[in-house]
């Protein structure tokens, strides 16, 4: 163990890194056959817990020397900044305020702040302006409690034939009504309440609002909203003004909340596109933070932030059946979403961060590569998104049914006998089937 030790503190480097995996392999495999050698006498017991102690140690140190090596790697000023220039330029001095990356610390309890606040705005605001529009708060008919019907309905099928059916029934010894009953209420547990969706899409479009009025204010008299070359002028000493931080903490901070919520908030067909727009986010808004491309990063979350409330709207106003109103704000969602994601994004953003670049720079850093595969990961998700949208769009124009293709078919709660029995019988009634918007999750 000591050799050891010394001899990587002697030889530092890729080499010693690479070398430090091995010590780290011979103690897992010592602590696994470490059982065999306990059959013995308590002798050769004391023994082998002896070596385990040093096997733990050997471990704990390769993988602190490992993780120390990494950072370092990570940290690495060619990755970041531009030639000859060091972290330590970027210490505050004669005015000049630089981002930190210890900073982006502070955004998850920022986060958690966050998830406080939505909680407050869901209950007191939300809520009651829900019931001003008319949406119910129903409760769901829950099914007795029945094991054989529940592992069936979590192993097997939510919609069981009709052989099916009749198969369960023997078994539990009930009606064939019963059985069908059973699943249905099943189902609409599963199923969202319009409130709860009302209240999650009222929680995103306060804060995409919230979001864009002062993402306006912090930009509309910076000389960079207007000419993108200025996000380069003075690059990487650009000074950090106390809106940007707010800013991007806000930013960063929403997202973080999203994720945690991701278990507990309503999921959609498009679930996995989110999990990687949300990581995508906070990848590249952290990463623009360490950089020091804060300006760059303010018109990316501006240009985001600014088509999202007027989707937000319109689902609150489709879970309230205002048709017209929401058929015109999906309208003015879809122009700005096509406008922002769709021209701005690539033709702006994506132009001043892949091309203007090269004016400042003939070697680009790792970075340069990083972030552009990042926002190019997002520009994918538009285009996914952009598509979806234009199918939509084009089945209002011929079909006058606009209607969101990842939303999931919904059941009608079945609350009392008579309800189920017309349900039974084929005159089963769906949200879903309403002209227009339905929920879905936020672009």
């Given at each position: ?387 979806l949208i234009y199918k939509i769009l084009k089945r209002f124009v011929f079909l006058k049914d606009l209607k ?40």
């Amino acid at each position: 163990m000591c050799l050891w030790s010394l001899w990587l503190q002697h030889h530092k480097g890729r080499n010693s890194f690479f070398l430090s995996f091995f010590p780290v392999l011979v103690g897992f495999v010592g602590l696994g056959f470490s059982p065999l050698l306990t059959s013995g006498s308590a002798l050769n017991c004391q023994h082998v817990l002896v070596s385990n102690t040093v096997l733990l140690e050997y471990i704990i140190f390769s993988m602190a020397y490992i993780l120390k090596t990494l950072n370092s790697w990570f940290w690495w000023e060619n990755i970041w900044m531009p030639i000859n220039c060091t972290w330590a330029d970027f210490v505050d001095r004669d005015g000049l305020v630089f981002p930190k990356p210890h900073q982006l610390y502070a955004t998850i309890p920022y986060a958690f702040v966050l998830l406080i606040i939505r909680f407050f705005c869901e209950r007191y605001v939300a809520i009651p302006l829900a019931k001003a529009l008319g949406i119910k708060n129903v409760r769901r008919v829950k099914p007795q409690p029945n094991p054989v019907l529940e592992s069936y309905f979590r192993e097997c099928s939510r919609h069981p034939s009709q052989s099916e059916i009749q198969g369960l029934a023997k078994k539990c010894n009930c009606t064939v009504h019963l059985v069908e009953k059973w699943f249905r209420r099943r189902r609409n547990l599963e199923i969202p309440t319009v409130l709860r969706k009302f209240r999650e899409a009222f929680w995103r479009f306060s804060f995409y609002l919230t979001s864009s009025i002062v993402g306006f204010i912090f930009l509309y008299d910076k000389p960079w909203f207007y000419d993108i070359w200025q996000t380069w002028v003075g690059y990487p000493f650009q000074t950090l003004l106390p809106s940007q931080y707010w800013y991007y903490m806000a930013e960063i901070g929403f997202y973080w909340s999203l994720l945690f919520t991701l278990g507990i908030d309503i999921k959609r067909k498009d679930f996995m596109a989110h999990v990687v727009h949300h990581l995508a986010a906070i990848g590249l808004m952290s990463g623009s933070w360490c950089g020091n491309y804060v300006r760059l990063g303010t018109l990316v979350i501006f240009v985001h932030d600014t088509a999202d409330f007027w989707l937000e709207a319109a689902k609150m106003f489709n879970y309230a059946h205002w048709e017209k109103t929401c058929n015109i704000l999906f309208i003015i969602f879809s122009i700005a979403f096509f406008i922002t994601r769709i021209i701005l994004f690539p033709f702006w953003i994506l132009r001043a961060t892949l091309y203007l670049p090269t004016y400042y720079s003939t070697t680009p850093v790792i970075a340069y590569f990083l972030f552009n595969g990042m926002l190019l990961t997002l520009q994918g998700l538009h285009l996914y998104w952009g598509y979806l949208i234009y199918k939509i769009l084009k089945r209002f124009v011929f079909l006058k049914d606009l209607k969101d293709d990842r939303s999931d078919e919904e059941e009608e709660d079945s609350v009392t006998d008579t309800e189920e029995e017309s349900t039974k019988n084929g005159s089963k009634s769906s949200s879903g089937s309403s002209k227009h918007l339905l929920s879905g999750s936020h672009h």
